[in-house]
């Protein structure tokens, strides 16, 4: 059974930099589509980024272009997502997905893959 932990959440000043971590057990990350994805309260959920880990092929959203960026560890069965420059507005919980694997890169670039496994969830809060 594939199961998602996030870590790396805190509280941090705007202009400030945080790196969550999301750690998978029951597979490898290899070869599938992961997301993150964030809520605030009273908002809808709102998908932040989408990466291949077979070919690092990833996907933005404009709200955090530039800002944050996705990358792999597979030693450690671990997506991390590096997240600077930190406004007020990107405070909320975020929280780690996979796809299953038989979904492939260019689905999962496109936003296509449904997301099967979830995480926990992670708080960010980021103060002016």
């Known amino acids: 059974q594939v199961q998602l932990v996030e870590s790396g959440g805190g509280s941090v000043q705007a202009g400030g930099s945080l790196t969550l971590s999301c750690t998978m057990s029951?597979?490898?990350?290899?070869?599938?589509?992961m997301g993150w994805f964030r809520q605030a309260p009273g908002k809808s959920r709102e998908g932040v980024a989408r990466?291949?880990?077979?070919?690092?092929?990833?996907y933005l959203a404009d709200s955090v272009k530039g800002r944050f960026t996705i990358s792999q560890d597979n030693a450690k069965n671990t997506l991390y997502l590096r997240m600077n420059s930190l406004k007020p507005e990107d405070t909320a919980m975020y929280y780690c997905?996979?796809?299953?694997?038989?979904?492939?890169?260019?689905?999962?670039?496109?936003?296509?893959?449904?997301?099967?496994?979830w995480g926990q969830g992670t708080q960010v809060t980021v103060s002016s």
């Open positions: 997905a996979a796809a299953s694997k038989i979904w492939g890169g260019s689905t999962c670039y496109v936003g296509r893959a449904p997301f099967d496994y």
């Open positions: 029951g597979d490898t990350i290899i070869g599938g589509c």
């Open positions: 990466f291949y880990t077979e070919d690092s092929r990833t």
